[in-house]
């Protein structure tokens, strides 16, 4: 069965420092990895997505994700964060073949950046 | 805004009532969805339509009732909830890959 893990519910971090929020991933076959952002009192955002080809991918806003396939990984970065990053972040797997819209969310970190 | 809209944005009901949530994507896509987004919890899928065809029902009971009478609107007829109902109802619409996912707000639902 797929699954997701985001291990953190929360990340604090100060406005100009790297930030990272972490995902882990389970899924048979070749996974398809996505990062979804909901801001308050708003619908979830696609961020970025690994289908295949360069592990290292890059999405909005200066946000990029690192798949690491040995270690099972798709961890979200940012080298500089700002306090509009402040939101929920959501990390979504599934695999090639897999149902018609069958995405598999993690229960979301959010992102504190303090000035 | 993403395009995909919903109403109403807050909800409060009884467990008798009958209510429907509405959506209503504005982007030419052929796919919609139904999620429920509950404090704490991972996103849980509910239906999913494609070419207005209901392709996905993940075990939600029969209280929730979905409809997509065409490629632009979905609904969420509601029926004999429960307090643990009370959730973020997110709907979704897609085109092509159906991993890129667009979102609507979410109807913001108590049941009492």
């Known amino acids: 069965a797929q699954s997701v893990a985001q291990p953190e519910d929360q990340v604090n971090v100060a406005e100009g420092n790297p930030l990272t929020v972490k995902c882990t991933y389970s899924v048979s076959g070749n996974p398809y990895l996505f990062w979804y952002v909901q801001y308050p009192n708003r619908g979830l955002q696609f961020l970025l997505k690994y289908i295949t080809g360069d592990n290292l991918v890059k999405g909005s806003y200066g946000f990029e994700a690192e798949f690491n396939k040995s270690q099972t990984s798709f961890h979200l970065k940012k080298p500089s964060a700002l306090v509009s990053d402040s939101a929920l972040y959501f990390c979504?797997?599934?695999?090639?073949?897999?149902?018609?819209?069958?995405?598999?969310f993690g229960k979301g970190t959010k992102l504190s950046v303090k000035p | 805004e993403t395009g995909v809209t919903q109403t109403p944005r807050h909800l409060v009901m009884g467990m008798t009532n009958k209510k429907s949530l509405k959506c209503e994507q504005h982007?030419?896509?052929?796919?919609m969805y139904w999620y429920k987004q509950s404090a704490k919890k991972p996103l849980e899928l509910m239906f999913v339509?494609?070419?207005?065809?209901?392709?996905e029902n993940n075990s939600v009971p029969s209280r929730f009732s979905p409809e997509c009478p065409n490629s632009s609107h979905l609904f969420l007829h509601l029926h004999t909830l429960q307090p643990e109902d009370s959730a973020l109802y997110l709907c979704?619409?897609?085109?092509?890959?159906?991993?890129?996912?667009?979102f609507g707000p979410g109807t913001r639902l108590t049941v009492l």
């Open positions: 979504a797997v599934t695999k090639y073949g897999g149902s018609q819209g069958n995405l598999i």
């Open positions: 982007l030419g896509h052929n796919a």
């Open positions: 979704a619409s897609s085109q092509g890959n159906p991993w890129e996912q667009f």
């Open positions: 339509y494609s070419l207005e065809e209901r392709v």
